[in-house]
């Protein structure tokens, strides 16, 4: 069985890496969050409509997935650090300008540019914790990782909703935009992290071999689908709450920032921790946390969603995500579990494209339609269709990987970890 992350275990190379990583996802999230609180301020002040709101969603996914194949290459293939840095320093940038932003137009280019530096960061900075930590704690060292995510879009959700009430949507920008810059700078300090020989072409992995695993393409699609119904609830969440549940401004976004973190920080924790006991039983054991982490979410989003006042709605709330963030460790972990680490990076940039172009850039847009045509309500459900459906499609993955296993033949002329 494996054993938990242990102090005496841990570098403090190893320890360095992964706060100064987390942090940093966590600066990208407040960055990628913040936005939605403030979509009632910016539809008043420019006069758009739902299905407008949605684009500063969509604009920023499709450039995101764009660039996360390219960029996740570069980062295989030269120095992780230096792409890590050049992402934090163009996103950071490029939020700053979202608050400076004159017209709909501008902030749709502003958010899009965001986009690419983040597309830059989340390939190379996976990467780089699993060349640094033993396989064993895979998925728990990426679902500290991950508790960035969650605190940082905790965050995000949260400041947004409190600075757009006191001060305007616009000096919210300006307010996340700097830590960024001063954490890049950290990254240089840091030494490159042990990978393959850079100019040996054996390791190196193409996109084509990767397509012709099962497990990794039947992952592809399944977090397709989960990640539309993820993105779905963060960017519509708070409105919901607003217009459903009589939430005003601050409180839905104080509440649901509240809700997130607690309830990720719980449930990225716990899958991680769960998943890397039942691999160390199944070579399935990581995929079969991700079944099971939707699949018990799902009716109590369900209950949120027809909740009756405030209080069981948020509790109700509080539970699902506690499930549906067991995810979140597991899923990095089982990308790098199938691919040679030669190609990791690349991998994630061929994941992050397929989610985000098809998910994340589909799902505030797709949401925005329905409520202007079928009410914000039909769109939740929407959301929730596709999250069932994403946890029945991840027993495909499981079913391939008891079948060829970790490491599938067409993989085995590539240096394994």
């Known amino acids: 069985m494996a054993q938990p992350m242990a102090t005496e275990r841990v570098t403090s190379y190893q320890w360095q890496m992964l706060v100064v990583l987390t942090l940093i996802n966590f600066v990208n999230y407040i960055d990628r969050q913040i936005i939605f609180p403030l979509f009632a301020l910016i539809k008043q002040d420019f006069q758009i409509s739902d299905t407008q709101l949605g684009l500063l969603g969509t604009a920023f996914a499709i450039v995101h997935s764009l660039a996360t194949i390219p960029l996740g290459i570069l980062a295989d293939r030269t120095s992780r650090n230096k792409v890590i840095t050049f992402g934090v320093l163009f996103w950071s940038g490029a939020t700053f300008l979202s608050g400076i932003a004159a017209s709909f137009r501008s902030l749709l280019v502003a958010r899009a540019l965001v986009g690419i530096g983040e597309a830059a960061y989340t390939p190379a900075a996976t ?58 700078l950290s990254v240089f300090r ?12 054996s390791n190196r992995v193409p996109i084509r071999a990767l397509l012709c695993v099962p497990a990794y393409v039947a992952l592809l ?6 990640t539309f119904a993820g993105h779905a609830y963060i960017a519509w969440g708070s409105t919901f709450a607003i217009r459903y549940k009589g939430f005003g401004l601050g409180e839905a976004g104080v509440s649901l920032a509240v809700i997130v973190g607690g309830a990720g920080i719980c449930g990225v924790l716990a899958g991680a921790a769960l998943a890397d006991r039942l691999v160390a039983r199944f070579a399935w054991g990581r995929a079969l946390t991700v079944v099971l982490g939707f699949s018990i979410s799902a009716p109590f989003t369900l209950w949120a969603l027809y909740a009756p006042d405030k209080r069981l709605f948020l509790a109700a709330l509080f539970i699902g995500t506690f499930f549906m963030t067991w995810y979140h460790g597991p899923v990095t972990a089982i990308i790098h579990d199938l691919i040679p680490p030669s190609a990791h990076a690349t991998a994630m940039g061929v994941y992050l494209f397929t989610v985000n172009l098809l998910a994340t850039a589909l799902a505030p847009y797709t949401l925005g339609a329905i409520a202007d045509r079928a009410g914000l309500f039909a769109g939740m459900h929407a959301a929730l269709t596709a999250q069932v459906s994403g946890a029945l499609c991840f027993l495909l993955v499981i079913y391939f990987i008891r079948r060829d296993g970790l490491r599938h033949p067409r993989l085995a002329r590539y240096k394994a970890d």
Request: without cysteine; proline residues 8%.
């Open 221 to 226: 699609g399944s977090g397709l689908l989960i």
């Open 190 to 201: 840091l030494p490159e992290a042990p990978r393959p020989a850079l100019d040996d072409a």
């Open 127 to 184: 990467a780089t914790l699993t060349a640094v930590y033993p396989q064993e704690q895979r998925a728990r060292v990426q679902g500290v990782f991950n508790l960035g995510m969650f605190i940082g879009g905790a965050m995000g959700l949260a400041l947004g909703g409190i600075l757009g009430e006191w001060v305007g949507w616009r000096p919210a920008f300006f307010v996340v935009g700097v830590p960024g810059l001063l954490l890049a």
